[in-house]
């Protein structure tokens, strides 16, 4: 998910921001590091027994807003691409249309911003509780029933006016469990964003704040960065309250506030997670996260790159 990362740049920097611009050219020995990162985690996964996981990983660098990860979904070991692909919400650019797209692990890791360095969190739910969004994530119907008409990356986590793919998967699982799929099997139509997903999306958000959901709150730090978003056309300020852009704040579902959701919402959610560098992957189990830099500690899995 493509955020903020241009209000933070000089101008001269803006043609290197575009959401749609290609992914730069891995080298054969970068993707071999890239391919045998993706192995761990998938080994991970298949040890964890379970079926259904909450993936997110570090896309465009937003170190300047204190956000590691960018971009979420879920990954599903009974996907219908391949085990363990990433479920997910895709803003296709040519089509300016969002989509529901599956994509292989290695693809969903070649969208990291470093091809050096990356980093991977995953959540693990209890079997009952992951069945449950199982289903509902497996479910392309209902899925769609969540998609939103119109894409914007910094969307205000409670209006339907734009969605973003972080947005997308906490809707889903808001979805699940609180039960508000039941029942709503007619609001679908056709192949594109449903003409009942608005209001879907409405029982979905106001549940999510019912139940003490907190999206992530993005400091700006300077107002009138937050008007080039008017040269953005994948940004938008409309949908943010007033206040918030008196004080040049977004509020917006990022992987960091869906994690800690889960967390408060989950007992028994676990959490891993993983990290590469040109020598090593580290495996960290629980909670806290990994340092800067990949640095491994005594209770972390290191496994060697060759």
């Not at 575009?18 to 391919?35: G, N, S, V, W, Y």
């Not at 990290?275 to 899995?301: L, N, S, Y």
């Amino acid at each position: 998910m493509v955020l903020l990362a241009g209000l933070g740049w000089a101008p001269s920097h803006a043609t290197s921001l575009r959401a749609c611009d290609p992914p730069d050219k891995l080298t054969a020995e970068q993707k071999d590091k890239i391919f045998s990162f993706g192995a761990v985690i998938k080994a991970e996964l298949d040890k964890s027994g379970q079926r259904l996981a909450l993936i997110s990983r570090a896309g465009l660098d937003l170190g300047r807003f204190g956000v590691r990860y960018s971009h979420a979904g879920f990954s599903l070991k009974h996907s219908p691409e391949t085990p363990w692909a990433v479920r997910q919400l895709y803003y296709a650019c040519d089509e300016k249309q969002p989509h529901i797209f599956d994509q292989g692990m290695l693809g969903f890791l070649l969208g990291m911003n470093e091809p050096t360095l990356g980093y991977v969190s995953v959540v693990l739910l209890p079997e009952a509780d992951a069945a449950e969004l199982e289903r509902a994530a497996l479910d392309k119907r209902q899925a769609l029933q969540l998609l939103g008409a119109t894409y914007s990356a910094n969307a205000y986590a409670f209006s339907q006016r734009y969605q973003n793919c972080n947005q997308w998967v906490v809707e889903v699982l808001a979805a699940a469990r609180g039960r508000l799929l039941e029942g709503a099997e007619g609001a679908a139509s056709g192949g594109g964003p449903p003409g009942g997903a608005g209001a879907l999306r409405e029982r979905a958000q106001a549940w999510l704040l019912g139940q003490g959901y907190v999206p992530s709150v993005i400091d700006v730090g300077w107002r009138p960065l937050m008007w080039a978003t008017a040269f953005v056309p994948w940004l938008n300020n409309d949908d943010h309250p007033a206040e918030d852009q008196a004080q040049a704040l977004y509020r917006v579902s990022m992987p960091a506030a869906i994690e800690s959701f889960l967390r408060a919402q989950v007992p028994g959610a676990q959490r891993l997670e993983f990290c590469h560098t040109q020598q090593h992957v580290v495996v960290r189990r629980g909670w806290q996260p990994i340092a800067e830099g990949c640095v491994p500690e005594a209770d972390d899995t290191v496994i060697a790159l060759n």
